[in-house]
């Protein structure tokens, strides 16, 4: 159960809701917007824009799902840093997480990332949707390239693991692929 005072501790007023029933380790609080919570958990991190009435998943298409151990928000440029159990410190951008909904929904079926493994060129198919974009994420968070097509190439990155953020007119997608 998740609890939070607005009075110094006098009265405290259950905000778990739809957060999920994992253990919450760490909060911090948006200093722009009382309203605006994050919550390092056992899966994460959590946010609400509505003093916890409402929670999502809140990432930047390559934060995993581990214990994350402390959480601050720094002013200076508005992102949250998170420390995180065995994978290491990440630094997001507040306006850059994902669109999420309360339920996971698997999207299995509806974009084919193709080849993977890659040598360099990657296409996306899709049936139904327009790409608007596609940003490839390294694992540690940071943007390597952005395309707005659904050819695009990854020769000039090096070997190893990346994230695709595909945003279409109807929905968000990430998928994994593997850089040879």
Not at 69 to 85: A, F, K, L
Not at 100 to 112: A, K, P, R, Y
């Amino acid at each position: 159960m998740r609890y939070k005072s607005i009075n110094g501790g006098n009265s405290w007023v259950n905000i778990s809701n739809n957060f999920p029933p994992i253990p919450a380790t760490t909060l911090c609080v948006n200093p722009f917007n009382s309203n605006t919570l994050y919550v390092g958990a056992d899966l994460g991190v959590w946010k609400t824009e509505d003093g916890g009435s409402t929670w999502a998943l809140f990432n930047n298409a390559t934060l995993p799902y581990v214990v994350i151990g402390d959480i601050h928000y720094y002013e200076p440029d508005s992102t949250i840093r998170v420390g995180t159990y065995g994978r290491g410190y990440w630094k997001i951008k507040d306006g850059e997480q994902l669109t999420t909904s309360n339920q996971e929904v698997s999207d299995e079926g509806e974009l084919n990332l193709f080849p993977n493994p890659t040598n360099g060129m990657v296409n996306i198919h899709l049936a139904n949707q327009k790409v608007q974009s596609v940003r490839v994420y390294n694992t540690i968070g940071e943007i390597e390239n952005e395309y707005f097509s659904t050819e695009f190439s990854i020769e000039n990155l090096p070997g190893g693991i990346y994230f695709i953020l595909v945003q279409t007119d109807k929905k968000t997608y990430i998928r994994k692929i593997v850089k040879q």
